[in-house]
């Protein structure tokens, strides 16, 4: 079965730190996909990124950073620099190939305080 | 850019009342979905809906619920006789024939007294 664990209900940092979200998972499967999605407060659910199972490059989009490591099963997310408007619920959710649900974990409720 | 819309953004209904859900996934894409989220738990599949058949579906998705796509462009869920445990956010998502990624619309607040 697959399962997707997000440790921590909440962060609170204050801006312009940086914050790491910690996002584990587990399958059986070879192959699969990892996401994670954004829930700022109005909420909708905001995709931020995509990763496959054989594809294990880290990852950087501005202040938006995402480390991929198979050993441990973990897809962490890391916000450099935060802002304000970063304050939001953020899901790791998986995907396994051929599959239609995704499974989400938990969520973690991030809030940058000024 | 093509978003997933949903209405109502917000839907209040009696108790044993019936209430449709109703979706506009973004055009070209083939894959839709049901997902809910009770408040301040996390997101969970309900369903998924391929070729105008259901391909999956989970234990929530009982005979209470049902899922239709009337036209080309419409993506409806239908609870037949809403629970007070049925109040939750309702997304639905929706995704290509060349991507695994879910696009997912702004929600419904469905709340059921």
């Known amino acids: 079965a697959q399962k997707v664990t997000q440790a921590q209900t909440e962060i609170s940092v204050v801006e312009k730190e940086d914050v790491t979200l910690d996002c584990v998972y587990e399958t059986r499967d070879t192959t699969y996909y990892l996401f994670w999605y954004k829930q700022p407060p109005s909420g909708e659910l905001v995709f931020l990124i995509r990763r496959n199972s054989f594809d294990e490059q880290n990852e950087i989009s501005g202040r938006y950073s995402w480390n991929f490591q198979k050993s441990t099963s973990s897809f962490n997310f890391t916000i450099t620099a935060s802002q304000v408007v970063d304050s939001a619920v953020y899901f790791c959710?998986?995907?396994?190939?051929?599959?239609?649900?995704?499974?989400f974990g938990q969520g973690t409720r991030l809030t940058i305080n000024p | 850019e093509p978003e997933v819309t949903q209405t109502p953004s917000h839907q209040v209904t009696q108790m044993g009342q019936e209430v449709i859900l109703r979706c506009v996934p973004i055009s070209n894409h083939l894959y839709f979905y049901w997902y809910r989220q009770i408040l301040g738990q996390k997101v969970e599949f309900l369903v998924s809906?391929?070729?105008?058949?259901?391909?999956?579906k989970s234990e929530i998705f009982d005979d209470q619920f049902s899922v239709e796509r009337p036209d080309g462009s419409n993506f409806t869920l239908k609870i037949r006789s809403t629970k007070l445990e049925d109040s939750a956010m309702y997304f639905c998502a929706s995704r290509g024939q060349s991507t695994d990624t879910q696009y997912f619309g702004p929600g419904t607040r469905l709340t059921v007294l």
């Open positions: 959710a998986l995907l396994s190939q051929g599959a239609q649900k995704l499974v």
């Open positions: 809906f391929y070729n105008n058949e259901i391909s999956e």
